[in-house]
Each structure stands twice: as C-alpha cells, then as structure tokens.
C-alpha cells in the first residue's frame, strides 16, 4: 500500500505562485476525484483546504487552488504569504481505503 | 463550532493496548453517512490513514496493515469516537488523530491530537 508520491520540499517568495504535486496511480488519483489536501503547521493537527480535487472549504482564501490530470493532483498557493509556510499533504480515495502523500515542506523564502 | 476533542497522552509499554477517544460537540452525530477516520503521525513523519468507522450503521474499514490490532467504534449516547490499538509495539509511537468524515476522502474537522508512547 504505497503512499502517494510528493516532493519533500518546495519554495518560492511571498507573492509568488508554488505548485504541488501529487503522483498516485489509476487505482488511486486516477480512478477517482477523491482527492483532498491538508495544511499543517509545526505542532498543530491537519487542516483540510482541498476536498474533491477542486473544492475549497469556507473559510479557505481563494489563493488555494487544486486541480488533477491522469494519475496526477496537483495544488497551487497563488500570493504566497509568510502564513502559508507549512507542510502539505495529498490524500486519495483509493477504493475501500484511502492513502495519503509523504508531504512536502513549504517553505517561504 | 463543530469540535473534536482528543484524550490525553498516554505511555504504555510494548505488548499492551490503548484506547483513545474522541469527543465531538456542534453538530449533529447521527447525520447520515458520516463516520470518522484516524489517522497517525509518527515523530518526524508523514502521515497515516488508519481506517474508518461510520455512525449510523456502525460499519467499519481499516487499513490493511492494522487489520486484526485494531478497533473503532463510537458511542451515539455520548456522541464519542473511540479507536483501540492492541499488541503495542515500539514503532507505534505517534501522535494520534480523529477526523470528521462526511466521506469522499475529505477529513473536515480534526481533533487535537494524542501523543501515544510505546516504551518499555
């Protein structure tokens, strides 16, 4: 049951746009748009900001965006603030179970 | 607010059990075909679906490599969540999550957390 595939970190300066990766295959991200993402901060629980592929929570600033192709999610942070640095991580239905991304550290540089 | 409130820490040696619970306030917790999910975090680590357990029918599914160590369950009198880890070793040490879940993968509301230490 292999975790879905993420970069371990990424960067970029406030303002900017980052995008995430998330890589699973066609028994996961591939065969559904069960596909949700999820802040957190150093020492605090998950917060989810993605649910659906493209779904933003109430309360989510618009500067979130999700998207999928394939066997690939991806999510994008437009605007990057210095709040956003934190770890995110995929996750994806796959089929009676669900399985979630290694996480990538989001760094604001 | 809808709030999920964890039970302590807890230290255990190697080979015991725990049970964590997790108490729920805000909303309502029969809603049709909710349930919810815990998952785990090693220190350091990513983390880790463990498996579901739904309110209303009291169906559950746990990951496979928890499966027979493992027990979720809820209690509608106290609208409360609770997940039991039996046969404890070493690399179950983590920090233990309950998440609200109205299905599609999607963890809307997550609890504080349980810091659960296997040591002997």
């Known amino acids: 049951q292999s975790a879905l595939t993420q970069p371990p970190s990424a960067s970029g300066s406030p303002g900017q746009s980052v995008t995430i990766s998330c890589t699973g295959t066609?028994?996961?991200?591939?065969?559904?748009?069960?596909v949700s993402w999820y802040q957190q901060h150093p020492g605090k629980a998950p917060k989810l900001i993605i649910s659906?592929?493209?779904k933003r929570p109430s309360g989510v600033p618009d500067r979130f965006s999700g998207s999928k192709s394939g066997n690939t999610a991806s999510l994008t942070i437009s605007g990057l603030q210095a709040e956003d640095e934190a770890d995110y991580y995929c996750c994806s239905f796959a089929g009676s179970r669900n399985v979630f991304g290694g996480g990538t550290k989001l760094t604001v540089l | 607010q809808v709030q999920l409130v964890q039970s302590g820490p807890e230290v255990t040696e190697p080979g015991a059990s725990v049970r964590v619970s997790c108490w729920t306030s805000?909303?309502?917790?029969?809603?049709?075909?909710?349930?919810f999910s815990w998952v785990r975090q090693a220190p350091g680590q990513g983390l880790e679906w463990m498996g579901w357990t739904r309110v209303d029918n009291g169906n559950t599914i746990y990951a496979q490599k928890f499966q027979g160590r493992v027990t979720m369950t809820t209690d509608i009198s106290t609208s409360t969540a609770y997940m039991e880890l039996r046969r404890l070793r070493s690399d179950d040490t983590a920090v233990y999550y309950c998440?609200?879940?109205?299905?599609?993968?999607?963890?809307?509301?997550w609890g504080q957390g349980t810091m659960v230490t296997v040591s002997s």
């Open positions: 066609s028994s996961d991200i591939g065969a559904y748009n069960y």
């Open positions: 805000g909303y309502t917790f029969t809603t049709a075909g909710y349930g």
């Open positions: 659906e592929v493209s």
């Open positions: 998440a609200r879940d109205p299905g599609a993968s999607v963890f809307d509301i």
